[in-house]
């Protein structure tokens, strides 16, 4: 999926490693593995002010990862999608007593709505240009002598701004153009919306055809009800047209609701309404009484999640004649998606509507290919969108994703070079406050001949040697040193490039940890993987 993607790649903290903790470490295991790196990098037990204020960042980090780990609720979030969700916002709302997989949910949920605010606040106009094409002289040429016309037959425009005012208040300017065979018409509406308790209440005027007066609000009246309507007073020359609107609808199960709509004006509607919708696919029926049609529509669309892609049929039949409807819709990158629908009727003929939609903008294209149900233009209609996708896919997408993928491959690199860099002045002032307790931990275990750490260090080897790479590794025998309790060293299964003195060296590369050491003065050496846990002597 193509362009609109914000970078997931920056390295994410592991509070875990930090603590050298296991993710399954007990409220007391957490407490005792912050209060030991409390007394190495606690502020107030260095007096030079460099290395103060290394022990300040240092100290910070470590109670950040105590009070996520201390915290059942916070945990629970970093555990299920780590420390991004402790980021998002909205997570006071959640139960704490959520499963892993909900709270996934949940933070799927809230990164999709911040997502959406972001996206509302940098394409905050809604709008919809419509252009009507007219080619039914392909496949039904007036005269066979001449080349066939392709005209635009009208044009739509129409736009829409909602400004916030208070966290209660909106205001919504919208207006629209239309243009058919020179001639034209438009109109501008402007509205006030205030948010009430389980409702809305929205006051408008407009002008265009006439000035327009509108009112119209809405409720929640339980849970699975809601209500709404208005009405509006159009003042043209002939006198004021009334018009009155209103729709009930009633979540009918979990996964259906059910309406009922009523309009009273110049063309005035009952409609009854069902929709059901879940992963897999969408239905929907309704039925028209009013004037001057009556017609009956059924819709039937299948999800296919793993393609990012609907297929669509629909059928309404009525009054006026009838249309069949068939169609695809596939999500071209994360706001856009592209639309071919192919509609065949009486008294309509066959019409192909391309749509593109990119964010809150829509761009419609309905080609008119003949007035009659014509299999060539059916056929056509149905392989040229097929064609032509495929061809734009191959020839501009394609090509336009690998540039996106690789300017966002540069662009991870410069921020995890930046962050990579941060995080070896880290631990270079990690090992410069550990020196005290490093010289404490190796007088004691070299007296009782216990776990004295000669050597170690970490990073890659290079390839058919045991040689590390000088560019590519760095010494920690210090906070090696430091890890060790008791004469036993317990390295749990996670990157130890996360550990207090480590950094890693060389991103994306796999990497060793070589330790030399000595217990009851007997040397060894042991090489330990990357994610591999450790306990020594073993």
Known sequence: ?????????????????????????????????????????????????????????????????????????????????????????????????????????????????????????????????????????IFTPYDESDMPR???????????????????????MSGNLYSSNGTG???FMIAGRRLLNKGFLEVCLGAGNGFLLGLKGGRTLTSKVTVNGGTNMNFQE??????VFSTLAVQLDKHTIGSLTLNAGPQSSMTTQIDHSNDQHTISTSFVLGT????????YTRKMLDNEMKLKLATKVGTFGFLGEYGVEKKVSKYSSLIATVSIGVPSGVILKLKIIRSNQSYVFPIHLSDEIVPAAVFYASVTPIIAWFFVKKAIMDPMEADRKNIEVERSKRQNEQRLMA????????????????????????????LVIKRAIYGCIIEDSTQFKPEASHDVTIPIQCLVRDSVLQLY??????????????LGDDKILRIEYTYNDVPKTVNIKDNEPVRLPG
Do not use: C
Request: hydrophobic share 30%.
């Open 292 to 299: 001057p049609h009556i017609y009956f529509t059924m819709s």
């Open 238 to 243: 002939n006198g004021v047209i009334p018009a």
């Open 150 to 172: 392709v005209e635009i037959g009208s044009m739509s425009i129409a736009q829409s701004i909602e400004a916030p005012i208070t966290r209660k208040d909106m205001i919504i």
């Open 493 to 506: 299964d996670s990157s130890k490039s996360d550990l207090p003195g480590f950094f890693d060296p060389s």
């Open 423 to 450: 995080k070896k002045l880290e631990a270079m002032a990690a090992i410069h406050l550990m020196q005290s307790t490093y010289n404490r931990i190796l007088n004691e275990e070299q007296v009782r001949k216990g």
């Open 1 to 137: 999926m193509a362009s609109d993607n914000e970078s997931d790649a920056e390295l994410d903290e592991n509070y875990y490693t930090f603590l050298n903790l296991p993710r399954d470490a007990t409220p007391e295991q957490i407490n005792t593995a912050y209060r030991k790196q409390s007394r190495i990098y606690h502020p107030d037990k260095h007096q030079d002010p460099e290395s103060k204020k290394k022990a300040e960042m240092m100290f910070n980090r470590t109670k950040r990862a105590y009070e996520v780990l201390s915290d059942p609720h916070q945990r629970a979030i970093y555990d299920s999608v780590g420390e991004k969700g402790l980021k998002t916002e909205g997570w006071e709302i959640v139960h704490r007593t959520r499963t892993p997989a909900e709270i996934r949910e949940e933070y799927e949920r809230l990164a999709q709505a911040a997502a959406e605010r972001r996206l509302q606040q940098r394409t905050n106009p809604r709008g919809n240009i419509t252009i009507n094409v007219n080619a039914t002289e």
């Open 185 to 187: 018409n438009g109109g």
